[in-house]
DNA sequence: GCCTATTATTCTCCAAATGAGTATAATAGG
DNA sequence: CCTATTATACTCATTTGGAGAATAATAGGC
C-alpha cells in the first residue's frame, strides 16, 4: 500500500520549498438586524476577523468557531467551509512566506451588542451597494456601474474580447431584457475588478484612469471573500432551512419574509412565501400575537423542532428561482 | 488602516506553534467511459492522486491544474476546489508537522489510456457500490447495509440517540417510504463511517465487530474525499452544464443520457429527458447519424459555442429533482 | 362609535414545468 | 417481409409557481 507521504517525497524534486507555509483564517460572520444584513467586522470595520489556525483544535471548523466565540462572546449557530485562497499575489508586501487562507460562513444573531472597540456589525450593503435591488435597481447601479461598464467592454481592441466582454457583464449584471441574479454576486464583483472600478484593483484610477465605483473599501481581499459569503449563502437559503440560524427564537412570518428579502437583496410575494412555508411545516405558532406594527396582529410562530433535526439534509423552497 | 498580520500577532500570543503546516493537494479526477464514471487513482488504484503545493504556482488551482496535466497526459477541462481538511487525527503516523490538505475535483475524458504503472482509472462505484440505482435498488443495500445500519441504531442506550441515529439512516439511506435522494453520498459514507460498517474506521471490526461492508477501500481519508467530490458532482449537473467535459466532441443524446445517468446513479425518463435538453439550446446537430447499436440511426450532436461561453453561470436542467 | 389606513391572512386563477405513457420512424438481421 | 431494437415525436394529467383579489383584524383620527 502506498503512502500518500512517499508519494509526495517522489513527485517533488524540491519538496523543501513546499514547507514554508502558513494557515489563516479568514470569518464571514453574518446576522440581520432590522431588516438589514450585516457583517462582523475589525479594525476600521474594513476587514474580516482573521486569525492564525493554531494547532491544538481538533479540525479548521471547531478552530474557526473557538476562536470567533473567544473574541466575539457570539455563539456561532451555522458554520461552513466557503473557500481556500492562496494566490500569490494576495499579501501586498513582499513575504517570503507564503499564506493560506481559509474562509468560513458563520451565521449567528447580532445580539449582546456591547460595544467592543475591537469588533463591529456593518451592513453588506455598504460594501456591495449594487447589490440591493429590494426598492428596485439601485440608482448606483443605473447611473454609475452601467456606463463604466459598458465603456470598458468597448474599450477592449478586439473584437472577439469586446463580445466576450459584453455577454460577460449583460450576464453578471442583468442587461438587454435578461433577470437580474442576485447569486452572481462573485461574479460581479469580480468583472468590477477585471475592469479595475473597485478599489482593490489599484491598477490605473490614481494615475489617470477612472475613480472606483461606490462600495466600502476592504484591506486585502477580504471584499472578494465577503462577496463570496454572500453568494453562498443566497443560494444556500433557497434549498437548506438556514434562516433559523438568523432568527430570534419567535417571530412572524413577515420577519421571516423581511430577512429572506435582506439576503436575497430582493422582495418576494407575500402570499406565495407564506403558502411555501406553512405547507413545508417548517413553523408553528407559538400562540401569541404581535401587535406592533399598527395593522392586525400578526401570529408568533417558531422553527419545528423536527426541521432543526433533519436540518442537514431537509430541503427548503422559497419564492426565489434559480437562475 | 489595519494590516491582517498585525492582528494576527496580536491576537496569537503562541503564533509559533501556527506556523509548522504544510499544504498538499488531493485531487478527484473523474471521466465517464463506456457509461461508467471512473476516478484517477495512483498505487494499487487505493489513493487518489496527490502531492506538494509548491510556492512557484500563481495560485492553488493552476498547481493543481500543472501537476495533474504533468503527471497524467490528461488535460483537465473543469476544475472546482472541493474542501480544505485539516483535522489531526488525519495522518496515521504521529507526524509532528500539521498537513493541511486542499482536494479539487477535475472533470476530464480518459482517451489516451497509455498504461502508465503509477496511474490508474477505477469505477466510482468499486467504492461505493450501495450508490448504482440504475438496476434498482442495489442488493448490497438491500440484504447487507440495511439490517447492519438498523442494528447499529438500535444498538443504542439512550431512546434519543436511538432515535436520532434511526432518523439519520432513514433520511440518507431512503427508508420508511422516503425516495432514495441520490446527492446524500458524504452522509451515507459517513454513516457507515460512525457504525464502524467501513473498514476505514477501524474500529472494532477485527476485534469482535462486524466486518465492513463491500466497496473497495482507500488509504487515510481518501474515500470520505471521494464522496465529498460524487456528491459534488452529482449536485453540480443538475443545474449547471458540466456534463460537457465529460463528453466526446460529438456524442447521441442517448450517450449523453448515460453519462447523466451514470453520475447520478439512477435512471431517467428519455422523452423528458430529450425535451428538457434540445429546449434548453444546449446542443445542435452535426448532420450526420450513427448506427452502431442495431436500431433506428441516432443523430449526432456537438454542445453549442454559446453554451460554452456562458458556462460559469449558464443554468441546465435535468430530469433528476432535488431532494 | 364610525371611517380610514395598515397589516395579516386566505383564496382563486392561470401559465409554466414536470412526470409518465403512447405512437410513429428508421434501421439491422433473419 | 417480418421482427427486434432504438430513435424521435406527441399527448395528457398533475404539480408547481407567479400574480392578483378578497376578507379579517387591529390602531388612530374624528
Known sequence: MQDKTTLAKKQSGRSDRSQAVSADLIAVIIAV??????????????????????????SLQSGLRAWVERHTSHPLGY???????????????EHVQRVISISYLGLTREEQTERSPTHGWRGWYDYFPWEDHRAG??????????????????????????HDRRQRVAIAFGFDDRDWNEELVLQRYELLYEAALVAEAKR?????????????LMIADHRR?????????????????VVFELMPPTFT?????RTVEALA??????????????EQNLVEETGETMSDTGGRPAKRFRFRQTVLAERTVAGTKLPLSRG
Chains 1, 2 share one sequence.
Open 33 to 58: 438586524t432590522n431588516g438589514e444584513p450585516r457583517v462582523l467586522t475589525i479594525g476600521q470595520t474594513n476587514a474580516l476577523p482573521s486569525g492564525p489556525f493554531e494547532l491544538d483544535h481538533r
Open 79 to 93: 458554520v461552513e467551509q466557503l473557500y481556500t485562497f492562496a494566490d500569490r499575489d494576495r499579501i501586498d508586501d
Open 137 to 162: 435597481v439601485p440608482s448606483i447601479l443605473l447611473d454609475i456601474l452601467t456606463p463604466r461598464l459598458q465603456a470598458w467592454a468597448d474599450e477592449a481592441d478586439e473584437p472577439d474580447m469586446r
Open 225 to 241: 471573500i465577503l462577496a463570496t459569503g454572500i453568494a453562498r449563502l443566497r443560494t444556500k437559503i433557497k434549498y437548506r432551512p
Open 204 to 216: 490605473n484610477w490614481h494615475t489617470g484612469g477612472v475613480p472606483p465605483v461606490p462600495g466600502r
Open 253 to 257: 412570518l413577515l420577519q421571516l419574509q
Open 265 to 278: 437583496g430582493r422582495l418576494v410575494h407575500k402570499p406565495n412565501f407564506r403558502r411555501l412555508i406553512e
